[in-house]
């Protein structure tokens, strides 16, 4: 699977930016897409993440009630839609795919993802 991601940029403290992943080269089913993200020094860690089947979103507790990610089948993508964005948020983000229909306890590992895009920097700054 090869993913596409776009998006991200500088933005000032309270305001929004909207990721998009698009993954080709297979029809997404039983899948999991989600959102890392990593800052100098620190591990990657989980933004949010999807179920293809079903659809249940998984969220970090720092991106619950300002951070929506969301699906389209017809496109194979996944979107993060980030508001209220922190000084804390700046990170490069990256999207990744698995190939399975991740559990609670795993959909937080970046282990289990097989795919990652490209990375794409976000600024959160004054």
């Known amino acids: 699977v090869q993913l596409q991601a776009s998006g991200g940029g500088w933005v000032q403290p309270g305001g929004s930016l909207r990721l998009s992943c698009a993954a080709s080269?297979?029809?997404?089913?039983?899948?999991?897409m989600g959102w890392f993200r990593q800052d100098s020094g620190k591990e990657r860690e989980l933004v949010a993440a999807?179920?293809?089947?079903?659809?249940?979103?998984f969220y970090a507790n720092a991106a619950k009630g300002r951070f929506t990610i969301s699906r389209n089948n017809a496109e194979s993508s996944v979107s993060l839609q980030m508001n209220d964005l922190k000084p804390e948020d700046t990170a490069i983000y990256y999207c990744?795919?698995?190939?399975?229909?991740?559990?609670?306890?795993?959909?937080?590992?970046?282990?289990?993802?097989?795919?990652w895009g490209q990375g794409t920097l976000v600024t959160v700054s004054s």
């Open positions: 080269g297979r029809t997404l089913s039983r899948e999991t």
């Open positions: 999807i179920r293809w089947s079903g659809g249940n979103k």
């Open positions: 990744a795919f698995s190939a399975y229909s991740l559990i609670a306890s795993s959909i937080g590992s970046p282990e289990w993802y097989n795919s």
